[in-house]
Nanobody, 115 residues
Framework: QVQLVESGGGLVQSGESLKLSCVGSEDSFNGDIISWHRQAPEKAREWIAT???????MYTPSVKGRFTLPRDDAKNTVYLQLDSLKPEDTAVYSC?????????WGQGTQVTVSS
């Protein structure tokens, strides 16, 4: 089963950008459906975006127009580009891969946005 590793989180100011990475351990990752979720302190986990193998994407309304999902198949990597960040975007961000072998989660990466 593919394993996922996220990176790229950090502390930024409101209005700045971050680029998170989700790297899959196997080439089959490139054929999986990749989703990003986030969980803020004392809140339930929230789905924010999905990328299908053919390139279609879907975003939750609160991030649409600010977040995008570029990918690099040669590196087995899907990115979450976060632009125009707001304090309410502060959360642990996790990627999820769904494929023939089932569903896998990464460990998460912390994003903190100061006002």
């Amino acid at each position: 089963q593919v394993q996922l590793v996220e990176s790229g989180g950090g502390l930024v100011q409101s209005g700045e950008s971050l680029k998170l990475s989700c790297v899959g351990s196997e080439d089959s990752f490139n054929g999986d459906i990749i989703s990003w979720h986030r969980q803020a302190p004392e809140k339930a986990r929230e789905w924010i975006a999905t990328l299908w193998p053919g390139g279609a994407t879907m975003y939750t309304p609160s991030v649409k127009g600010r977040f995008t999902l570029p990918r690099d198949d040669a590196k087995n990597t899907v990115y979450l580009q976060l632009d125009s960040l707001k304090p309410e975007d502060t959360a642990v961000y996790s990627c999820q891969s769904t494929g023939h072998d089932g569903t896998t989660w990464g460990q998460g990466t912390q994003v903190t946005v100061s006002s």
